[in-house]
């Protein structure tokens, strides 16, 4: 079976810092690209951030100059590094794995992140 467990969400002020953790179970993490989604109230579910597995980056322009993703092969494990926090940045962070085009796809059960302004 296939999990993935988001933490390190929390509360926190306009300006503030938080690193979200997504710890990989049941894949082969190392070949394995993983991919960061949030969604706010009311509103779909937006990408934020992805790491191929050879760990080439690409973060959305709404987020590009705040939060940074990365990857631990050997802890199985993908963060997102949040900065310069804004209110509009509140929502659940999701993680997501993506083994292939022939593979399916796994979501995480989220974590919420609120920022207060």
């Known amino acids: 079976q296939v999990q993935l467990v988001e933490s390190g969400g929390g509360l926190v002020q306009a300006g503030g810092s938080l690193k979200l953790s997504c710890a990989a179970s049941g894949v082969i993490f190392s070949i394995t690209s993983m991919a960061w989604y949030r969604q706010a109230p009311g509103k779909q579910r937006e990408f934020v951030a992805v790491?191929?597995?050879?760990?080439?980056?690409n973060v959305a322009d709404s987020v590009k100059s705040r939060f940074t993703i990365s990857r631990d092969n050997a802890k199985n494990t993908v963060y997102l590094q949040m900065n310069s926090l804004k209110p509009e940045d509140t929502g659940v962070y999701y993680c997501?794995?993506?083994?292939?085009?022939?593979?399916?796809?796994?979501w995480g059960q989220g974590t919420q992140v609120t920022v207060s302004s």
């Open positions: 790491i191929l597995r050879g760990g080439t980056t």
């Open positions: 997501k794995s993506m083994a292939g085009a022939t593979k399916n796809d796994y």
